[in-house]
T-cell receptor, first 114, second 117 residues
Framework: GDSVTQMEGPVTLSEEAFLTINCTYT??????LFWYVQYPGEGLQLLLK?????DKGSNKGFEATYRKETTSFHLEKGSVQVSDSAVYFC?????????????FGQGTILTVHP | GAVVSQHPSRVICKSGTSVKIECRSL??????MFWYRQFPKQSLMLMAT?????????EQGVEKDKFLINHASLTLSTLTVTSAHPEDSSFYIC?????????????FGPGTRLLVL
């Protein structure tokens, strides 16, 4: 079946540090890939997405590139801020009978200190 | 952006009782709603997909008689946990989309924390 594996957390960084959160996937079809973010006390929000190989999704300084050859979609940001502290989820969605369904990774807690 | 609300945000109930959780899309019509369950420090697990006016599609291993889902309108879906037991204690999250397939953005509710005593 489909699955998503994220790097173990929690991740603790100082402000302005470089962030990488690894994400790899297995899928039976050709998936769309997503990163969702959950701020404290709020629902999940779509951060960025990519729908085909070599696409780069970007938003709020975050980037992730759809790498089909390595089945990866790593999240990066060059300079994190305290306000980026949240839980980050990598997810995929495939077509066919699973159209629209999201399969999530386990989530990575990010804490950024001033 | 699109807003999805859930009510209640937190509920405590006795074992054997039923609990209803509401999921509403506040500013758009949701053709499809999804219900997820999240255990502490674990990922979201899809429980069922709910399309307005039709029966929900449950994921493998999810008891449809225990987790009753109704999607009576384009802005409201409900999840009823029937005869709740302590092992049903969890964080339940809904999402809604105005699309009918993959790629469309899903908007998530803030979640409902259920504690069964």
């Amino acid at each position: 079946g489909d699955s998503v594996t994220q790097m173990e957390g929690p991740v603790t960084l100082s402000e302005e540090a470089f962030l990488t959160i690894n994400c790899t996937y297995t899928a039976t079809g050709y998936p769309s890939l997503f990163w969702y973010v959950q701020y404290p006390g709020e629902g999940l929000q779509l951060l960025l997405k990519a729908t085909k190989a070599d696409d780069k999704g970007s938003n709020k300084g975050f980037e992730a590139t759809y790498r089909k050859e390595t089945t990866s979609f790593h999240l990066e940001k060059g300079s994190v801020q305290v306000s980026d502290s949240a839980v980050y989820f990598c997810a995929l969605s495939v077509g066919g009978t699973s159209y629209g369904k999201l399969t999530f990774g386990q989530g990575t807690i990010l804490t950024v200190h001033p | 952006g699109a807003v999805v609300s859930q009510h209640p945000s937190r509920v405590i109930c006795k074992s054997g009782t039923s609990v209803k959780i509401e999921c509403r899309s506040l500013d758009f019509q949701a053709t499809t709603m999804f219900w997820y369950r999240q255990f502490p420090k674990q990922s979201l697990m899809l429980m069922a997909t709910s399309n307005e006016g039709s029966k929900a599609t449950y994921e493998q291993g999810v008891e449809k008689d225990k987790f009753l889902i109704n999607h009576a309108s384009l802005t409201l879906s409900t999840l009823t946990v029937t005869s709740a037991h302590p092992e049903d204690s969890s964080f339940y999250i809904c999402s809604a989309t105005s699309g009918t397939g993959g790629g469309e953005t899903q908007y998530f509710g803030p979640g409902t924390r259920l504690l069964v005593l």
